[in-house]
């Protein structure tokens, strides 16, 4: 065989060795672009991801500084690791901080670090993260929820490469790269005078955008099947079957979480027990009201049921409801037992 072809069918040909020829072609498929590429946990071969991706690794070889502008939930860490990774630093630390986890005064002593005694409860000295990062790369998520007091300091420590740690005297240096991502509009921000703009300037060397997840829908078929291979690594649980009509449903809804609301609802299906795609999009909301989570529960019961009539009620064994599942019997009899299933004709399992 030549060209990378894995069988030959000669016409006319019958339809079984035709789709088993399909499978294999299937089974056979490498990995994403994005995921060959080196960057580990990104997946797809979209366009807007693609490009997305080509920018990163033109910046990562450089020591710029990167702001990574997305939505919530599109992979702006998974992106800043990426560049860490693919950059002359990679073998020094990667140290991320979250601008919006922290009030003022601690984030301050986290970025900075602090001498004892310089406040209440400082009983010994802490390196901050900025010489943690030394020869590596610091991460700044969320920098919109900077408070405007400590933007100061930040831009001295990125125009000059030293600071002071709180409750210090002696000036301190240390060498990292930046990388700061934020799902605000900075730009608008400093409109406001929220966020100072010489800062600003200085964080947007090199923006990149990521794409939302409904720019990026011819994506979501394989993010769905990396999620569902890393949960059944994760509980030893057979990869279900993905049905066409559930992944039409998918791609009908808009995602307002991104990826990481896509990665929710895979889990929690698979968790459950259920189609990883079924009942979206209404499963593709977080269950936070007793409604949807009872709405959740019937699909659960439905699909429960579904397997069972297909096996005429054999639970054990390897053409059973509990293999066909990906659970274990005795978690196949919880379930059963939690959503009121019974054999019928019966009061029990």
Same mark, same amino acid.
């Given at each position: 065989?030549?060209?990378?072809?894995?069988?030959?069918?000669?016409?006319?040909?019958? *339809?079984?060795?035709? =789709?088993?020829?399909? $499978?294999?072609?299937?089974?056979? +498929?490498?990995?994403? %672009? !994005?995921?060959? @590429? #080196?960057?580990?946990?990104?997946?797809?071969?979209?366009?807007?991801?693609?490009?997305?991706?080509?920018?990163?690794?033109?910046?990562?070889?450089?020591?710029?500084?990167?702001?990574?502008?997305?939505?919530?939930?599109?992979?702006?860490?998974?992106?800043?690791? *990426?560049?860490?990774? =693919?950059?002359?630093? $990679?073998?020094?630390?990667?140290? +991320?901080?979250?601008? %919006? !986890?922290?009030? @003022? #005064?601690?984030?301050?002593?986290?970025?900075?670090?602090?001498?004892?005694?310089?406040?209440?409860?400082?009983?010994?000295?802490?390196?901050?993260?900025?010489?943690?990062?030394?020869?590596?790369?610091?991460?700044?998520?969320?920098?919109?929820?900077?408070?405007?007091?400590?933007?100061?300091?930040?831009?001295?420590?990125?125009?000059?490469?030293?600071?002071?740690?709180?409750?210090?005297?002696?000036?301190?240096?240390?060498?990292?790269?930046?990388?700061?991502?934020?799902?605000?509009?900075?730009?608008?921000?400093?409109?406001?005078?929220?966020?100072?703009?010489?800062?600003?300037?200085?964080?947007?060397?090199?923006?990149?955008?990521?794409?939302?997840?409904?720019?990026?829908?011819?994506?979501?078929?394989?993010?769905?099947?990396?999620?569902?291979?890393?949960?059944?690594?994760?509980?030893?649980?057979?990869?279900?079957?993905?049905?066409?009509?559930?992944?039409?449903?998918?791609?009908?809804?808009?995602?307002?979480?991104?990826?990481?609301?896509?990665?929710?609802?895979?889990?929690?299906?698979?968790?459950?027990?259920?189609?990883?795609?079924?009942?979206?999009?209404?499963?593709?909301?977080?269950?936070?009201?007793?409604?949807?989570?009872?709405?959740?529960?019937?699909?659960?019961?439905?699909?429960?049921?579904?397997?069972?009539?297909?096996?005429?009620?054999?639970?054990?064994?390897?053409?059973?409801?509990?293999?066909?599942?990906?659970?274990?019997?005795?978690?196949?009899?919880?379930?059963?037992?939690?959503?009121?299933?019974?054999?019928?004709?019966?009061?029990?399992?």
């Amino acid at each position: 065989m030549k060209a990378g072809a894995l069988e030959v069918l000669v016409k006319p040909f019958d *339809a079984e060795p035709f =789709l088993d020829a399909i $499978r294999l072609a299937i089974k056979a +498929r490498p990995e994403p %672009a !994005a995921v060959r @590429s #080196g960057f580990a946990g990104i997946v797809g071969e979209s366009a807007p991801l693609l490009n997305m991706l080509r920018e990163t690794e033109i910046v990562a070889a450089t020591d710029s500084t990167v702001l990574l502008c997305g939505e919530t939930g599109t992979g702006k860490e998974l992106v800043a690791r *990426a560049i860490h990774e =693919l950059s002359l630093r $990679r073998g020094g630390p990667f140290i +991320r901080v979250n601008c %919006a !986890a922290l009030p @003022s #005064g601690l984030l301050e002593s986290e970025l900075l670090g602090h001498e004892k005694g310089a406040f209440t409860g400082a009983l010994s000295q802490r390196i901050g993260r900025f010489e943690l990062a030394h020869k590596g790369t610091i991460f700044l998520d969320e920098i919109g929820e900077l408070p405007l007091s400590l933007q100061p300091k930040l831009l001295r420590v990125l125009q000059e490469g030293e600071f002071e740690r709180v409750g210090g005297t002696k000036t301190l240096t240390s060498n990292f790269r930046v990388i700061v991502a934020t799902h605000r509009d900075l730009p608008k921000m400093v409109a406001d005078g929220a966020f100072r703009e010489d800062l600003y300037y200085r964080l947007s060397v090199f923006p990149i955008r990521l794409p939302p997840l409904r720019e990026r829908r011819e994506d979501l078929p394989l993010l769905v099947r990396h999620f569902s291979q890393e949960l059944s690594k994760r509980s030893g649980k057979p990869v279900r079957h993905v049905q066409a009509s559930a992944l039409e449903e998918l791609l009908r809804h808009d995602w307002p979480g991104n990826i990481r609301e896509l990665q929710n609802v895979v889990e929690r299906a698979f968790i459950l027990g259920c189609d990883p795609t079924a009942g979206a999009p209404s499963q593709a909301r977080p269950a936070t009201s007793e409604c949807e989570s009872d709405r959740f529960e019937d699909q659960s019961r439905n699909h429960i049921l579904r397997v069972l009539d297909a096996t005429n009620w054999v639970i054990a064994g390897p053409k059973g409801a509990a293999v066909r599942l990906g659970m274990k019997r005795s978690t196949l009899n919880f379930r059963m037992k939690k959503l009121g299933i019974a054999r019928p004709g019966s009061s029990d399992e």
